[in-house]
């Protein structure tokens, strides 16, 4: 829920709204890797139908896709960890990079509203830039988790 938030908070000052990378493919990549059984498939689905319904996306898209990503991303899973973080790092580039040309090329079929090509890599290269950030936070807060479970 923190990630809807920041993505869709008011940035106002230089406009930074434009360049702000879609933080929840991020956090649903980091967190179905590290806990896939917390959530769910139904999960991601009704939160995905949430975000649409909030923001007024195209009813279905953000929800097809977190659904899409979390049924891709869990088979690889157990490939994933035993992988270096490059080759995690990657798959998420080439992950994010399909969501935002869906994203796009959902926003121009159901609204007939198109972002330019600079603004979407632009994007695209922020959020590939700041995704070690993401990962590693999740990894920490996973780790965090698990050790008040264990040493309650």
Request: net charge positive; proline share 5%.
């Amino acid at each position: 829920m923190a990630g809807l938030l920041i993505n869709y908070a008011p940035w106002p000052v230089l406009h930074l709204n434009l360049l702000m990378p879609a933080l929840m493919p991020m956090l649903i990549f980091g967190w179905v890797i590290s806990r896939p059984e917390v959530g769910g498939y139904a999960g991601l689905f009704l939160f995905g139908l949430l975000q649409d319904i909030l923001f007024q996306h195209a009813f279905g898209t953000h929800a097809l896709f977190y659904l899409g990503l979390s049924l891709v991303t869990v088979p690889l899973r157990s490939y994933l960890l035993l992988c270096n973080f490059s080759f995690i790092w990657a798959v998420f580039a080439g992950m994010y990079l399909i969501y935002y040309l869906y994203a796009g090329l959902a926003a121009q079929l159901f609204s007939g509203q198109s972002v330019p090509f600079s603004i979407v890599m632009a994007r695209w290269m922020l959020g590939v830039a700041i995704f070690p950030l993401i990962f590693i936070g999740l990894l920490w807060s996973h780790r965090l988790l698990l050790w008040r479970v264990k040493y309650r």
